[in-house]
């Protein structure tokens, strides 16, 4: 496979390391840049849940965060509960 003879590659020099067993959670809604808070609340939402990465694209629609995938569901459990309920 491609990415693991690159990450052969570049690993040594770069110190790449892929992890194998995360999950990708993406927050979307409208205006999510702009919105005051919005960092906040996502955090404390996941407080207790490792967060590997976060990432807000430039759409203003999406944040997204790499947890691990045992606790995926209860990231996206609390996130509902934080921002919808």
């Given at each position: 496979m491609l990415?693991?003879?690159l990450v052969g590659l570049f690993s040594?020099?770069?110190g790449i390391d892929l992890g194998t067993a995360n999950t990708l959670?993406?927050?979307v809604g409208?205006?999510?840049?702009?919105t005051p808070g919005i960092a906040a609340r996502i955090f404390r939402a996941v407080e207790k849940i490792n967060v590997l990465m976060i990432s807000q694209g430039a759409s203003?629609?999406?944040?997204?965060l790499v947890v691990e995938e045992r606790d995926a569901e209860e990231a996206v459990r609390l996130?509902?509960?934080e921002l919808f309920e």
């Amino acid at each position: 496979m491609l990415l693991n003879r690159l990450v052969g590659l570049f690993s040594h020099d770069m110190g790449i390391d892929l992890g194998t067993a995360n999950t990708l959670v993406c927050l979307v809604g409208q205006n999510l840049k702009h919105t005051p808070g919005i960092a906040a609340r996502i955090f404390r939402a996941v407080e207790k849940i490792n967060v590997l990465m976060i990432s807000q694209g430039a759409s203003q629609r999406n944040v997204s965060l790499v947890v691990e995938e045992r606790d995926a569901e209860e990231a996206v459990r609390l996130l509902h509960r934080e921002l919808f309920e």
